[in-house]
């Protein structure tokens, strides 16, 4: 019993003079390792009377404990006293920045989405959206479309499978080629005075480099009274001006034909060649011959709504007049922010993503600039 007191007393000291834990995973393994002295006594008590046995087990036994219980603490404190020592050595540059987290970015074409929405709700324009399965009537008839137009054909819209019924309004038989029909259900829904922007995904048989067979489109719709061509410019060029954050914005209204709008323009901005590339701003019918020159690009298709597509949704058109305009959304984007291929946009490429990409935060405002990346 002596030998066992001496030994406790010899490890108990041993433990708590480990100055570090290597020191003290030795103590450990001389006293409780397959070889241990600890272990050796527990060993040896097979060997034992039953007398001896139950003179000797208990401070066996409690020696372990013992020892167990003080290399634990002792671990602890070295534990401790290593996590201080390591706290008062190491410093950590608070001024530094931070790496920023992987996030995903916003697309070009929603971040213009949502850039055409601040700009239009500032003139007063609500946002419409309708269903990208159309009827041919919404679509067409009653966009003064005739049966005739090119439009119509195979090749150049989507039809559904079923029997084509003309006198059934509600039959769905294609994807829309354009977003015109929301603003034949916003007027067949509300009274006058209107005044929406109508984004959306619409359809089309074509691809190429500035063509894709599903695209964006934005329209706007205003009726009211005593509205002319007037109101149709200045709310152009007052958006254009906001979207692509300039004050030289010249535009030109060529001409045109539309069978919703009658009269019919064009819409050209003016661009100015700036390290051999087209800049919208300024330009005009500045010659496009050098680095200063300039011309005009098309950007949208505008008119006077007709008095036909009026009297079609139950207005009177000697009362009501109104304008409308539309444009590609994917477009404005390759414009704004220099892109090329519009099929790019829809390939899904993570890297292209990630350079052309606006950030969750960067919600476009008037007063931060639209366009703020």
């Known amino acids: 019993m002596t030998d066992i007191d001496d030994l406790k007393t010899h490890l108990l000291t041993a433990i708590e003079a480990a100055a570090g834990l290597e020191a003290l995973e030795t103590v450990r393994v001389d006293a409780l390792g397959k070889q241990g002295r600890v272990t050796a006594l527990l060993k040896s008590m097979g060997g034992l009377s039953p007398e001896e046995r139950q003179v000797k087990g208990p401070a066996i036994h409690g020696l372990r404990e013992a020892v167990t219980t003080a290399i634990a603490n002792r671990k602890t404190t070295l534990e401790a006293a290593?996590?201080?020592?390591?706290?008062?050595?190491?410093?950590?540059?608070?001024?530094?920045?931070?790496?920023a987290p992987l996030a995903g970015t916003i697309h070009p074409v929603s971040q213009v989405m949502d850039e055409l929405a601040e700009i239009f709700a500032d003139l007063g324009f609500a946002v419409a959206t309708g269903p990208e399965m159309e009827t041919d009537w919404?679509?067409?008839?009653?966009?003064?479309?005739?049966?005739?137009?090119?439009?119509?054909?195979?090749?150049?819209?989507?039809?559904?499978?079923?029997?084509h019924v003309p006198e059934d309004r509600e039959r769905p038989r294609l994807l829309r080629t354009h977003t015109s029909p929301v603003q034949i259900r916003t007027m067949l829904a509300n009274k006058p005075p209107i005044r929406i922007i109508a984004p959306g995904r619409t359809y089309r048989s074509d691809s190429d480099a500035t063509h894709t067979p599903m695209f964006h489109q934005v329209e706007g719709l205003v009726i009211d009274k005593g509205i002319t061509m007037g109101h149709l410019k200045w709310t152009?060029?007052?958006?254009?001006?906001?979207?692509?954050?300039?004050d030289d914005?010249?535009?030109?209204?060529?001409?045109?034909?539309?069978?919703?709008?009658?009269?019919?323009?064009?819409?050209?901005?003016?661009?100015?060649?700036?390290?051999?590339?087209?800049?919208?701003?300024g330009g005009g019918d500045v010659p496009a011959n050098g680095e200063n020159g300039g011309g005009w690009m098309e950007v949208l298709g505008s008119g006077m709504v007709h008095p036909k597509v009026i009297a079609a949704c139950g207005l009177d058109p000697d009362?009501?007049?109104?304008?409308?305009?539309?444009?590609?959304i994917d477009r404005l984007a390759m414009l704004k922010y220099g892109m090329d291929d519009l099929r790019a946009f829809f390939d899904g490429d993570i890297r292209w993503l990630k350079h052309y990409g606006f950030s969750a935060l960067d919600v476009p405002t008037l007063s931060g600039?639209?366009?703020?990346?």
């Open 236 to 246: 152009l060029e007052t958006f254009l001006k906001a979207f692509f954050e300039r």
């Open 319 to 328: 009362e009501w007049q109104g304008f409308a305009f539309g444009c590609g």
């Open 369 to 373: 600039g639209v366009g703020a990346a």
């Open 138 to 163: 919404h679509n067409f008839t009653a966009l003064n479309i005739p049966e005739t137009h090119p439009a119509r054909a195979m090749h150049d819209t989507f039809y559904l499978a079923g029997d």
């Open 249 to 281: 914005i010249v535009l030109r209204l060529r001409p045109s034909y539309f069978p919703f709008t009658e009269p019919s323009a064009e819409v050209d901005v003016g661009y100015t060649l700036q390290k051999g590339k087209r800049v919208i701003g």
């Open 82 to 99: 290593a996590l201080e020592a390591k706290l008062a050595a190491e410093r950590v540059d608070m001024t530094l920045p931070v790496d």
